[in-house]
């Protein structure tokens, strides 16, 4: 009787792309994964769909800029408050509600351009009530994932996570712009609002979602932000995401860098903005590597470093093609961050904390990128791109490896045995 034969090894392929187990294993995350995805793309749908509507009525920039004020504003002033509710109240039922809110935002929208109903400040008002909801949405969702999944699951569960929102900011808008074209805002805002019906399918179906509670009733934000600053290893995911965000940021300066450097246009511009985003969306499907990874602190700082690195030597390049493989190996390297970062969260922390650390989450999520652009814009003014982008990539570099020689713990955590 022959020997069995030996069982195969793993090959290549699974260990390079994303694993889809939680998509196979959970029929509930599975649902939540592809709402997420269809919601995404209409959001970024009716994003640009918003924009190019304002400049319609207005010809004006600053008007279009407005924009993204009114949207930013509530996400970070309801963010910590959003994390807060999501540890208080049924998660399902909260983000049942705040889906439901954003679909009758976009229906309103839909409404009113059928109608012909062009008014500038509508459009700001629903911008401002859509970051509300997203801002109340955003905590609960991603503080039931750890509910659905066990926790070795998690890290490939972030990496789809990943997928979907950045498959949305780069099919959105140019779906968007398509759909504008052919049947006028009207029917971007219609799609936007049927595609929400996937996300409250996804939430209808789940179970009961009540945070696991130790301590009083009702969730306070000051609560979270105390039990953060005992929490070492969970704050340094923060540090760590603001030395990328802040220091090494260049988006801002990317129209200027089109036209005094690779003596572009508009869609140049348009290739540097895509360029991060494609490598994040690589960073998402290239991640089965990352199942292999324990220590996931040692993971974000390399990570960051990474980021660092590629915008530096991005501002001393003048060969577009190379630039744009530099911004693409910067997003990869983000997404990477990212996943370990929101895996640490959800392993590290206690279910009652979850949603406030995801409302912090948001917060630098909004608010870090806009500093960047900020300092990146001052620096570059006072200097030259060159020097805010290159010198800006060196300072995330640095600061990188004095949180690495200060963070000891950050540096040991280890994922068969998490520590916040």
């Given at each position: 009787?022959?020997?069995?034969?030996?069982?195969?090894?793993?090959?290549?392929?699974?260990?390079?792309?994303?694993?889809?187990?939680?998509?196979?294993?959970?029929?509930?995350?599975?649902?939540?994964?592809?709402?997420?995805?269809?919601?995404?793309?209409?959001q970024g749908m009716t994003a640009l769909a918003i924009s190019l509507q304002v400049y319609d009525i207005t010809r004006s920039p600053f008007s279009v800029g407005?924009?993204?004020l009114f949207s930013l504003i509530p996400l970070i002033v309801f963010g910590l408050y959003g994390g807060a509710v999501a540890d208080t109240v049924?998660?399902?039922?909260?983000?049942?509600?705040?889906?439901?809110?954003?679909?009758?935002?976009?229906?309103?929208?839909?409404?009113?351009?059928?109608?012909?109903?062009?008014?500038?400040?509508?459009?700001?008002?629903?911008?401002?009530?859509?970051?509300?909801?997203?801002?109340?949405?955003?905590?609960?969702?991603?503080?039931?994932?750890?509910?659905?999944?066990?926790?070795?699951?998690?890290?490939?569960?972030?990496?789809?996570?990943?997928?979907?929102?950045?498959?949305?900011?780069?099919?959105?808008?140019?779906?968007?712009?398509?759909?504008?074209?052919?049947?006028?805002y009207q029917i971007a805002y219609l799609v936007d609002a049927v595609a929400f019906s996937a996300a409250l399918y996804a939430m209808w179906r789940l179970p009961s979602m009540l945070p696991d509670r130790t301590g009083a009733k009702r969730a306070s934000v000051l609560d979270g932000l105390r039990f953060l600053a005992t929490r070492p290893n969970l704050r340094m995911t923060f540090f760590s995401d603001f030395c990328a965000m802040i220091l090494a940021h260049p988006r801002a300066l990317f129209p200027v860098v089109a036209v005094v450097w690779y003596d572009g246009d508009a869609r140049t511009t348009g290739l540097l903005a895509a360029?991060?985003?494609?490598?994040?969306?690589?960073?998402?499907?290239?991640?089965?590597?990352?199942?292999?990874?324990?220590?996931?602190?040692?993971a974000i700082l390399?990570?960051?470093?990474?980021?660092?690195?590629?915008?530096?030597?991005?501002?001393?390049?003048?060969?577009?093609?190379?630039?744009?493989?530099?911004?693409?190996?910067?997003?990869?390297?983000?997404?990477?961050?990212?996943?370990?970062?929101?895996?640490?969260?959800?392993?590290?922390?206690?279910?009652?904390?979850?949603?406030?650390l995801q409302g912090v989450f948001i917060v630098v999520v909004?608010?870090?990128?806009?500093?960047?652009?900020?300092?990146?814009?001052?620096?570059?003014?006072?200097?030259?791109p060159a020097v805010a982008i290159t010198g800006g990539g060196i300072a995330c570099v640095l600061a990188i490896a004095v949180l690495a020689l200060y963070g000891r713990e950050f540096r040991r955590y280890d994922a068969l045995n998490p520590t916040a």
């Open positions: 009787m022959s020997a069995p034969a030996p069982a195969p090894a793993a090959t290549p392929r699974r260990k390079l792309f994303a694993d889809l187990t939680p998509l196979r294993a959970s029929a509930d995350y599975r649902r939540l994964w592809f709402g997420n995805t269809v919601s995404w793309v209409g407005l924009v993204g049924d998660r399902r039922k909260l983000g049942l509600a705040s889906a439901t809110g954003s679909a009758v935002l976009s229906a309103a929208l839909a409404t009113a351009a059928f109608a012909g109903f062009h008014r500038v400040w509508f459009l700001y008002a629903i911008v401002a009530l859509q970051s509300v909801c997203a801002a109340l949405n955003s905590p609960a969702r991603t503080s039931m994932i750890p509910r659905l999944l066990p926790p070795e699951q998690l890290r490939a569960a972030n990496a789809l996570n990943s997928m979907t929102t950045t498959f949305g900011m780069l099919v959105g808008p140019g779906l968007g712009g398509l759909v504008v074209g052919l049947g006028g360029a991060p985003a494609v490598g994040a969306l690589l960073g998402g499907v290239l991640s089965g590597w990352q199942g292999r990874i324990r220590h996931h602190g040692q390399l990570a960051v470093a990474c980021w660092g690195t590629a915008i530096a030597v991005f501002g001393l390049t003048r060969n577009l093609w190379l630039g744009l493989l530099l911004l693409a190996l910067a997003g990869y390297s983000d997404t990477v961050s990212m996943i370990f970062r929101n895996t640490m969260m959800q392993v590290a922390a206690p279910d009652e904390m979850r949603g406030r909004a608010g870090g990128p806009r500093l960047g652009d900020f300092l990146a814009g001052s620096v570059a003014d006072l200097t030259s």
